[in-house]
């Protein structure tokens, strides 16, 4: 983590839709010299200068992790249907905002991305390499030592310099990919851990991702007063079994609970591990709170246990943590991560995925309906995409997990066989299998009297992968509030920090 190069005071003007959003002081990002930051920074600048400048006080941004345009589609279809109402014509929470765009995914060096630059173009400004979280294009992904030299300053840190509150959310590990974009820097996002970093990082004295997050407090601002999501055991030493699964250890091989030093940093911390220690947390309090729900990563929402012992929802940590963001009169910068979204399409579980997606959007419109659209800057979109179809001609109102009929009759595709809507083009729902002999056969199962509707179903697919691949078309952005309007076209990925930091003025 990068401390900040310089910083000057800034007067803001008010333009004619100003709101109550504060005066900050200004920060430049120790990436500021980076060509990808130069040019998302004009392109934003362009806009405001025809557009005018906005004000917001807040910014939420939502991510569904792998949410691309079939993702979003879908989980229309099947949140409506699940409600009992019409599917196609079911409006998402997302999708009533009233600013919309498309993403460009790429990165620095490849045309189909993974989640941990994409996250870094949102929270950095840069595009960066495949499997790097917080670093530029100055880099050597061969050298962990250059993430600090070719270091990036996040939105997050900003916001903490400036003396705003911050939060991040996942329903993946806390150290995964996105949630990490927003505080760590390092040369392979799988360094989640001390067990994961390699022999050479650790000559090199790199750090694992989980003590970067309690290293916060060594640079500007106390951290995160929100930190909500899975991942307890990246953070608890291998000899210490899980306080929910007796069964289960830490994965941390140095003896450092990182949990108990976070919250021995400061007073007033709370570490909460389950829904019972969540609905005990003060929300409407001063303090910071550290929620870690899993030991990996949190479970589905179909799958969630929703009990006391068991897990919040996306939308309830959603809410609380805007609850508590929203004591500091200075704002605040919140990211919301549905990651399990993207877990789901990788299984080739399209229903899984869906219900993450739905689960999203719950949260979603929870934070619409909880801020004002005068002072709070929503944003949602995805890191990349994902392989997933809709196709076939299936009837009007055809179950979305269903099999493709028309005019209330199977539909066969030229193998005679019927089909379902959904499909990917890749993955473990191959209908090519290895024989014994080592050659391939390629030959679909019969689903005529297999229940595609049932949890666990694997979607049929065509090339056979162990997992299915990310998607390298351009994803949606949709947003409300102040600085909306300066979403308009197909935009880089990049420009969404521009936008988000030009509208709460952490950067000029």
Known sequence: MRMILAASAAVLAISACATSAPQR??????QAADSYFVKGANAIQAKIAA???PRAKN???FIGDGMGISTITAARIY???????DGESYQLAMEKLPWSAFSKTYTHDSQVADSAPTAVAMTTGVKSYNGSIGVTQAANLKDCTTAKTAGTTTLWELAEAAGMATGVISTATITHATPSATYAETVERDWESDANVSAEGKAAGCKDIATQLIDWTKANGDGFEVILGGGRANFLPNTMADPEYA????RRLDGRNLADEWKAQAPN????TNTTSFKAFDWNGDGQVFGLFEPGHMQYNLDRTKTDDGEPSIKDMTTAAITRLSRNPNGYVLMVEGGRVDHGLHAGDAQRALGDAAALDEAIAAAVAMTDPEETLIIVTADHSHTLTISGYPQRGNPILGLVQEGG???LAADGKPYTTLGFSNGPGSVCKKQDDGKWLCDRADLTNVDTTALGFKQQSLVPLGAE???GEDVAIFASGPGANLFSGAMEQNEIFHVMARSTGLTK
Do not use: E, F
Not at 25 to 30: E, F, K, S
């Open 79 to 85: 949140a409506g249907q699940s409600k009992g109402l």
């Open 269 to 272: 911390r709370t570490l909460i």
């Open 51 to 53: 557009r005018g400048q």
């Open 469 to 471: 691949t990310h998607g």
């Open 59 to 61: 910014v939420i941004l």
């Open 247 to 250: 069964n289960q250890k830490g």
């Open 409 to 411: 009759k199977l539909s």
């Open 25 to 30: 002081t200004t920060m430049v990002p120790v």
